[in-house]
């Protein structure tokens, strides 16, 4: 899927739910022999890794407001259960639940956090 904004940043784009942006690493192009792997190969991998760039809002929960008590305001906000991805983590996650997509000439994933196996976080970066 190809984007067509050239000239917009990332600020513009809003992550939906439970969804982050990814923007791969570099795989490794050599084996521990020595051999060169072509990008069709290192792509070919069904487990993946790569940095956080955005996150979504969580996982949208139930309205908690109590039908039996009518004078009580509504509460019309929305509440989201929050992810435990953040952005600058980074995520090994499962390639076949990844949606790839080009952003500014710039290959990202899009990805459930369902499919993200495990984080790496640096806390010494945020400090």
């Known amino acids: 899927m190809e984007l067509s904004l050239e000239q917009e940043s990332l600020d513009t784009l809003l992550m939906v739910g439970d969804k982050v942006l990814i923007k791969p690493k570099n795989p490794q192009a050599q084996t521990k022999t020595g051999l060169y792997l072509p990008p069709s190969v290192q792509e070919g991998e069904k487990v993946q890794a790569g940095y956080i760039?955005?996150?979504?809002?969580?996982?949208?929960?139930?309205?908690?407001?109590?039908?039996?008590?009518?004078?009580?305001?509504?509460?019309?906000?929305?509440?989201?259960?929050?992810?435990?991805?953040?952005?600058?983590?980074?995520?090994?996650?499962?390639?076949?639940?990844?949606?790839?997509?080009?952003?500014?000439?710039?290959?990202?994933?899009?990805?459930?956090?369902?499919?993200?196996?495990?984080?790496?976080?640096?806390?010494?970066?945020?400090?």
């Open 53 to 127: 760039i955005k996150a979504g809002p969580g996982y949208p929960l139930p309205s908690q407001t109590d039908e039996t008590e009518v004078w009580k305001k509504k509460d019309e906000e929305i509440h989201y259960l929050p992810l435990q991805a953040h952005e600058g983590d980074l995520a090994i996650f499962l390639q076949s639940s990844a949606i790839e997509i080009q952003f500014n000439g710039e290959k990202y994933f899009i990805v459930p956090h369902a499919a993200i196996l495990m984080l790496v976080r640096d806390n010494s970066l945020f400090e």
